[in-house]
């Protein structure tokens, strides 16, 4: 996998427009598919249903969400696609529990509960922490489970995580759709999902290409995706061969700056970046072998190899302060390269015990990783400019001196037990926990020094869910999480010595089906205490000490599925106290006890219906709302809230079909995240996409 420093995509360019217009036009049909009983255990591309009734990412199996002592979501592809979603955040926008960050303008980020879930990205059950921006056209749903997971996944910030599924081969029958969509800004993005399969043999390739500009100038992207996977049924068993390979180019783009305690009264549009020399690519590459087989009659087996590459290299311009008076930006520039290798292998088995009163479905795990990451960093300079006019000629001076190289090794070893078990009809319980071991060695290049550490700890967790009837069930929750020193591919000479922080949840919460599980509903009340976080020692400020705590407490509301004949919808809603309860920490002189985390609101809510009108057409409809939130932590600056519409129209006929997506209908002026108190992002003004569908299978 190669690397290209570019500094501006080529938008234009003859090729990228070629590989989009051939995405969108079908070189495959197949014939009808032959009737077919689908395994439960796979996802199933377009026979997927809109809604998902299962989820896998809190067991490790496919269990019915009424059955599970947590909250989770999924967002299906069909709902990607209707709401002409591309990027992890905006997927996220429908989730409860979930607020969006910026990200430095390089990388998905999002908070989960309040706590930030930077390094929770995982890709059907395999860690994907390395920061990039990802593609969601080879993904069947993204599950989202809220609250800790180190009994199942080992180390993590404790709010949750993020797992992306993605689309496997079908056995027995074929698959065919493309997708053309012309946008505001000169967006144009194509995608191919197209398959065949025997009894015995199928494969599935999905692509994407995707160009536009934006509404921020001087900002572009480019980048393409290609997804093939092959599936073979080999005796009893199946062996899963999927490859994803992703190239991105983008200007990173670090928003506006604040100015009296507010975001900047200046247009949308401005930026402060150096337009000659800023860019941002990124390489990645995926390769994950899954074997399933049974052992004998009531167990399974399922092996799985993975090895993840990424390559990033950027050059960014940015605010550092602004003068209040003079009304002048202060500007910092640095540029950076990284090379991430990592590779996963696990072993587990899977058997159900029926008992006189009691059944058990057991899970057994074993998992290894090796994760690699080298990176350099440049820091060079940018001149001051305006802030209501800025002069971006006044450019920004690299520097030649290379301020940092380091290289980064993590080593886990978990070894995990799970039990589901079932007492009657009315009860079921999940217990479970894992241990783990977590090597990590840091070498600064530049200086020779090493610094390394090893964490061992114990994860536990126990649900118990009371199910009065086959259409409601009650449960409660606790579990503990850990995040080690060491997260983030770093580790640091004040953090070195510190064990990990620990995260604590207690949850209760209900779920109910209605319509035979076409409308479900759930609420969860929980609190959430991280403990052990690293803050500054009173008595000696070049010392971190453990006696820092973050607290959550939420209520999550969700409902979503048919209603009647015509009408479709998802709703969310959070209301949460998020708090830094202990602190020594001091942020722009000011102490962060007491405060909100940054970009956590105290109220979100989010609503996405679709109306059946009849003869093909359909109508959606979005509204998404956000309280005010803090751009960082010291609480200096406050993001206003707000309330964003969306629509849809959609007309189908045979296998084609027309959509007109409006993003921001209402055209309002809004803030969508931040990363520090100068990098504030502004939401989109009202943009249009019309994507034309074919299905041919």
Not at 3 to 8: C, I, Q, S, T
Not at 31 to 55: F, M
Not at 225 to 232: E, G, I, K, Y
Not at 608 to 620: M, P, Q, R, Y
């Amino acid at each position: 996998m190669s690397m290209f420093k570019l500094r501006h995509p080529p938008i234009r360019s003859p090729l990228a427009v070629a590989l989009l217009l051939a995405l969108a036009v079908p070189a495959i049909s197949h014939a009808e598919p032959e009737a077919q009983t689908l395994d439960t255990v796979r996802v199933q591309g377009n026979a997927a249903p809109k809604h998902a009734t299962d989820a896998r990412s809190a067991t490790r199996t496919d269990t019915p969400l009424r059955d599970v002592p947590a909250a989770i979501s999924a967002v299906t592809a069909i709902e990607l696609e209707e709401r002409n979603v591309h990027s992890l955040n905006q997927a996220l926008e429908t989730v409860p529990g979930v607020s969006l960050t910026m990200g430095e303008g390089r990388r998905d980020q999002v908070n989960i509960r309040g706590f930030s879930a930077m390094f929770d990205q995982y890709l059907d059950g395999f860690r994907d922490d390395t920061p990039y921006y990802r593609d969601l056209a080879d993904i069947e749903r993204v599950e989202v489970l809220r609250g800790p997971a180190s009994v199942l996944y080992g180390r993590g910030s404790g709010g949750g995580i993020i797992n992306r599924i993605t689309k496997q081969p079908v056995f027995g029958g074929d698959i065919g759709r493309t997708t053309l969509s012309l946008g505001a800004y000169d967006a144009l993005r194509g995608t191919l999902d197209v398959g065949h399969g025997s009894d015995a043999f199928a494969w599935r390739f999905n692509a994407a290409a995707e160009q536009a500009e934006s509404f921020r100038k001087h900002v572009e992207l480019e980048r393409q995706l290609a997804a093939p996977a092959l599936a073979w049924k080999l005796g009893e068993g199946s062996l899963l061969l999927q490859v994803e390979a992703l190239r991105d180019r983008r200007t990173p783009d670090r928003g506006i700056p604040s100015l009296a305690g507010r975001p900047a009264p200046v247009d949308s549009s401005t930026t402060y970046g150096d337009p000659l020399r800023d860019y941002l690519n990124n390489d990645a590459a995926d390769a994950r072998l899954t074997w399933h087989s049974p052992l004998g009659e009531h167990w399974e087996l399922r092996a799985a190899l993975v090895d993840h590459q990424a390559r990033g290299d950027f050059y960014n311009t940015f605010v550092s302060s602004v003068n209040a008076t003079t009304l002048q930006v202060a500007r910092a520039q640095y540029n950076s390269t990284s090379e991430t290798d990592d590779r996963f292998a696990r072993l587990e088995t899977l058997g159900n015990l029926d008992g006189t009163w009691l059944d058990h479905a057991l899970l057994i795990g074993l998992e290894a990783g090796w994760q690699d990451r080298s990176s350099k960093r440049w820091t060079g300079s940018a001149g001051t400019v305006s802030l209501f006019n800025p002069d971006l000629s006044v450019g920004s001076t690299p520097s030649s001196v290379l301020g940092n190289s380091s290289a980064f090794n993590g080593d886990s070893v978990g070894l995990y037990v799970q039990d589901q078990m079932s007492l009657g009809e009315s009860w079921k319980a999940v217990v479970g926990g894992r241990w783990d071991r977590y090597g990590q060695v840091a070498d600064n290049r530049l200086t020779q020094a090493r610094l390394d550490r090893t964490d061992t700890t114990f994860s536990p967790r126990a649900g118990l869910v009371w199910q009065p009837n086959t259409s409601h069930s009650l449960y409660a929750a606790w579990s503990r999480s850990f995040q080690t020193s060491g997260d983030g591919y770093s580790l640091a000479t004040t953090s070195a010595d510190l064990s990990p922080e620990h995260s604590t949840l207690k949850e209760v919460g209900w779920k109910g089906d209605w319509n035979e599980g076409a409308l479900s509903a759930s609420a969860a009340l929980f609190e959430q205490t991280r403990d052990g976080l690293r803050t500054i020692d009173p008595a000696d400020p070049t010392r971190l000490i453990q006696v820092g705590m973050q607290r959550s407490r939420g209520l999550e509301l969700e409902v979503g599925g048919r209603i009647g004949e015509r009408l479709d919808l998802r709703l969310g809603y959070t209301r949460l106290q998020a708090q830094i309860v202990k602190s020594n920490n001091r942020q722009s002189g000011v102490s962060l006890q007491g405060n909100r985390p940054s970009n956590v609101p105290e109220q979100l809510a989010s609503l996405w219906a679709t109306w059946t009108l009849g003869h093909g057409f359909d109508l959606g409809v979005g509204a998404f709302a956000s309280g005010s939130r803090f751009s960082a932590n010291d609480n200096l600056v406050r993001l206003p809230g707000y309330v964003r519409t969306d629509a849809m129209l959609r007309w189908r006929h045979g296998e084609h079909e027309l959509a007109l997506n409006v993003r921001n209908l209402g055209d309002i002026a809004w803030i969508e995240s931040a990363h520090s108190t100068n990098q504030i992002m502004p939401g989109t003004p009202r943009a249009a996409t019309l994507s034309w569908r074919y299905n041919f299978r």
